[in-house]
């Protein structure tokens, strides 16, 4: 587990998108929650990370 996410995933909420074509089921932050993910330093960094780590690939 990243650090903190845990304590994210309690405090968080979150909508729930179900596709009734293809089963394909998403859920979104809430602004509010993602809100408490920003504060949440170490998180946001993993965040960023690895989506600097997907275009390197140039
Ligand atoms: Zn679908």
Redesign the pocket.
């Known amino acids: 587990m990243l650090p903190g996410l845990g304590n994210f995933l309690r405090s968080a909420r979150f909508d729930a998108y179900l ?6 089921y998403q859920l979104f932050a809430t602004t509010e929650a993602l809100k408490k993910l920003a504060e949440s330093k170490k998180w946001f960094k993993t965040i960023v990370r690895n989506d600097n780590s997907t275009k390197g690939d140039s």
């Open positions: 596709c009734a074509d293809c089963g394909n």
